[in-house]
């Protein structure tokens, strides 16, 4: 399992086996409120979220590689957006919708990992 942001840039993995958490690489931008995704190819996709500091929505988005423990940036969303939801689609994209940005937002977009494998 992991856990990444809530005010933080901290990611830590979590091991069942063991019942102990383990620090895992960190985040550029500290955000709170956001959606991590399991991709298809094992990575994780954060996006959006707020920031801590002025609590605005975010634009970017990340990408944790298990195998490094790193994290990099994976394009920025059309929209600033927190609390929306973001879900797998069949075909390895992500589909962002809802969510946040000084009002409710009405939109959609998808977010395609292939060009950034």
């Known amino acids: 399992m992991l856990v990444v942001g809530g005010l933080t840039t901290d990611a830590e993995i979590y091991d069942p ?3 102990q958490w383990s620090a895992t690489g960190t985040l550029s931008t500290p955000r709170f409120s956001h959606i991590p995704v399991l991709l298809a190819n094992g990575k ?14 975010l634009i970017t988005t990340e990408i944790y590689d298990p195998d490094t ?3 990099s940036a994976a394009g920025d969303l059309s929209v600033a ?9 069949a075909d390895g994209r992500v589909l962002v919708t809802g969510g946040f940005a000084g009002g409710p937002l009405n939109c959609a977009e998808l977010y395609d990992p292939a060009p950034g494998l």
Do not use: I, P
């Open 81 to 89: 957006r927190a609390n929306h939801v973001a879900t797998l689609l």
């Open 44 to 57: 994780v996709l954060v996006a959006g979220g707020y920031d801590d500091a002025s609590f605005t929505s």
């Open 69 to 71: 423990g790193a994290w």
């Open 17 to 19: 086996a063991t019942g």
